[in-house]
């Protein structure tokens, strides 16, 4: 017999596991990435820290960052997967409410999306912005304020690459729009840790990508880095005043001893150069 040359190319698969929408009492079934026979090239690693992948020839351009989100595909609630079946009862009301809204903001950017389907890069990129919106929601013991800095990082991401498919359109813009976002969200996340407001405890992985945890001090070097890239620009006196800021955070990075499982040295190299960028345009300005 004959075997069949013509499979079916596959990239992801619906979970055997069935979710209850904590909010709407939907069921689904949520979208999961393949993994394996090549799927996965690995390209370069951006200062943002997020890993770039080559298209296979077999399975073409696949996103990771497009499953991240788990998204109830009637009322639109979104979360980190670890996130959503513990939202609680007490902030229930609020969602509900936001419900309309949140379908008609997000259809406004991300035009036809559609979350019975399975995810592609446009729909990826709608789930991440709707864990940005949810979070807010979520009370402080979440760590909501930096799970949505990583969403908003992540959106910014996958709109660069809707905008290399669909240049003109101004995707670079809201990507860089969201980014901007990403920038407040870690500095703020940081300083709530550091005053005692919203600890970070109820993260494991800070990402920001999925392919490496670069932990805390990975959050500190986006904060500097975010800052010096998204920050103040126009004034100058907030520029420096930012840059100095930022820094102090990066230089905590290099100063807290060798590079370890979770401060590899790519990360110091990094946090180093980094230093050195915004040493020499803070010399440059004071000149």
Same mark, same amino acid.
């Given at each position: 017999?004959?075997?069949?040359?013509?499979?079916?190319?596959?990239?992801?698969?619906?979970?055997?596991?069935?979710?209850?929408?904590?909010?709407?009492?939907?069921?689904?079934?949520?979208?999961?990435?393949?993994?394996?026979?090549?799927?996965?090239?690995?390209?370069?690693?951006?200062?943002?820290?997020?890993?770039?992948?080559?298209?296979?020839?077999?399975?073409?351009?696949?996103?990771?960052?497009?499953?991240?989100?788990?998204v109830c595909p009637?009322?639109?609630?979104?979360s980190m997967d670890?996130?959503?079946?513990?939202?609680?009862?007490?902030?229930?009301?609020?969602?509900?409410?936001?419900?309309?809204?949140?379908?008609?903001?997000?259809?406004?950017?991300?035009?036809?999306?559609?979350?019975?389907?399975?995810?592609?890069?446009?729909?990826?990129?709608?789930?991440?912005?709707?864990?940005?919106?949810?979070?807010?929601?979520?009370?402080?013991?979440?760590?909501?304020?930096?799970?949505?800095?990583?969403?908003?990082?992540?959106?910014?991401?996958?709109?660069?690459?809707?905008?290399?498919?669909?240049?003109?359109?101004?995707?670079?813009? #809201?990507?860089? =729009?969201? $980014?901007? %976002?990403?920038?407040?969200?870690?500095?703020? *996340?940081? @300083?709530?840790?550091?005053?005692?407001?919203?600890?970070?405890?109820?993260?494991?992985?800070?990402?920001?990508?999925t392919d490496k945890?670069?932990?805390?001090?990975?959050?500190?070097? #986006?904060?500097? =880095?975010? $800052?010096? %890239?998204?920050?103040?620009?126009?004034?100058? *006196?907030? @520029?420096?005043?930012?840059?100095?800021?930022?820094?102090?955070?990066?230089?905590?990075?290099?100063?807290?001893?060798?590079?370890?499982?979770?401060?590899?040295?790519?990360?110091?190299?990094?946090?180093?150069?980094?230093?050195?960028?915004?040493?020499?345009?803070?010399?440059?300005?004071?000149?």
């Open positions: 017999m004959k075997k069949t040359e013509d499979r079916e190319i596959k990239i992801s698969f619906q979970s055997k596991e069935s979710y209850t929408c904590p909010v709407c009492n939907a069921g689904f079934h949520r979208e999961e990435l393949l993994s394996g026979s090549g799927r996965f090239i690995a390209g370069n690693l951006t200062d943002e820290l997020h890993r770039l992948y080559e298209p296979s020839l077999k399975y073409g351009d696949i996103y990771p960052l497009a499953y991240q989100a788990t009637e009322c639109w609630f979104a670890k996130d959503f079946s513990g939202f609680p009862k007490a902030n229930m009301a609020k969602v509900i409410q936001d419900e309309e809204k949140r379908k008609q903001d997000t259809l406004s950017i991300f035009p036809g999306v559609d979350f019975h389907e399975n995810r592609g890069l446009v729909s990826g990129a709608a789930s991440l912005y709707l864990v940005v919106r949810c979070y807010d929601f979520f009370p402080k013991e979440f760590s909501p304020t930096i799970k949505q800095g990583i969403a908003a990082l992540r959106t910014g991401w996958l709109l660069d690459e809707i905008n290399v498919k669909n240049p003109g359109q101004h995707y670079d813009w #809201l990507a860089t =729009l969201f $980014k901007k %976002k990403a920038q407040f969200l870690y500095n703020d *996340a940081i @300083r709530r840790e550091q005053s005692g407001v919203e600890n970070l405890s109820s993260v494991k992985v800070f990402g920001p990508d945890n670069y932990a805390y001090e990975g959050a500190l070097y #986006l904060c500097a =880095l975010l $800052k010096s %890239k998204y920050g103040p620009m126009a004034d100058a *006196a907030q @520029r420096t005043a930012s840059l100095e800021e930022a820094r102090r955070t990066v230089a905590k990075v290099f100063g807290m001893g060798k590079s370890s499982k979770a401060k590899p040295g790519s990360l110091l190299e990094s946090a180093k150069a980094l230093y050195e960028n915004i040493s020499k345009e803070l010399n440059q300005s004071n000149a």
